[in-house]
């Protein structure tokens, strides 16, 4: 028996190292291509030490592409508005749907499990005409206000302050907050491990959107870091070298994000009531 169970763990385990040299390989390839020259990436080989070691693909991707860094600043703007916008209306109704009573509630909990069965492709010519309509398109608005609500994460929210301690609400009651005081000052902060996975989704979602931002914007200066990659590409040849250093600038947000809620998401909470 303990023999099956060691060759159980070693299997695996060999496919985990597996799976993870799978996925790291590309993008240390990647990583290193941003510091190679284009001349080098066009030989074809798979070497992952650089041979012409320099930085000028991020020099000029900062300096000689004006538009590179307004790229960044738009990705930034709709991606920290955007997340911050959904944890809280997302928590809110999410919140509202496990402790309020209303007429329709159920019709509309409803509601939301059914706009999760409609695939974001069916949405998008609608979208851009409303957005037309308004006015809105190739703004920020256009890109954020339809992607500030979640009816994936409102779920989540609700499934989450469903298992939350009637108790501590109670309590708070007690001392004399309100509603919206023991939402803000007694809910919420206990509820940083669902907000934390619900900022990095969200963040992920808003950073590498590439549809949405295609279809909403002709304006250069309004371009997001997805669709401005894509300019490094010309009819005749892509100009590999600028496209990995760019993708680097591209994912180390993302990395910094899940670094910095990693520790709240993965060890979840216990409830006890003694904080």
């Known amino acids: 028996m303990q023999r099956k169970i060691r060759f159980s763990k070693i299997f695996l385990y060999a496919i985990l190292i597996l799976y993870a040299v799978v996925t790291v390989l590309p993008f240390l390839w990647a990583l290193s291509s941003s510091f190679k020259p284009l001349s080098e990436i066009l030989e ?3 070497n992952f030490v650089p041979k012409n070691f320099t930085f000028d693909n991020y020099r000029q991707i900062f300096v000689e592409q004006a538009l590179f860094p307004r790229w960044l600043l738009n990705s930034v703007i709709i991606g920290v508005v955007g997340t911050s916008l959904n944890l ?5 109704a999410g919140y509202a ?3 309020l009573s209303f007429p329709g509630m159920n019709s509309l909990f409803i509601l939301i499990l059914a706009v999760l069965m409609i695939p974001a492709q069916v949405t998008m010519i609608p979208n851009y005409l409303i957005l037309k309509t308004l006015g809105w398109l190739n703004s920020y608005q256009g890109l954020i206000v339809p992607g500030m609500v979640n009816a994936t994460f409102i779920f989540m929210m609700r499934q989450f302050f469903i298992n939350f301690p009637k108790e501590l609400e109670e309590a708070a009651a007690i001392d004399g907050l309100s509603r919206f005081g023991t939402f803000f000052r007694i809910v919420l902060p206990l509820a940083r491990p669902a907000l934390a996975a619900q900022a990095t989704f969200v963040f992920m979602g808003f950073w590498n959107n590439f549809m ?6 002709s304006d250069q200066e309004m371009f997001t870091l997805p669709i401005g990659l894509n300019t490094f590409k010309d009819q005749y040849v892509s100009y590999w ?3 990995m250093a760019a993708s680097m600038v591209f994912t180390l947000p993302v990395l910094v994000i899940y670094a910095f809620f990693n520790r709240y998401f993965i060890k979840g909470i216990t409830f006890t009531g003694g904080k």
Request: aromatic fraction near 4%; charge should be positive; avoid cysteine.
């Open 44 to 46: 074809g080989s798979m």
């Open 241 to 243: 070298n600028l496209i």
């Open 212 to 217: 949405g931002p295609l279809v909403i914007l």
């Open 97 to 99: 749907l496990a402790r």
């Open 88 to 92: 809280l209306f997302n928590s809110m």
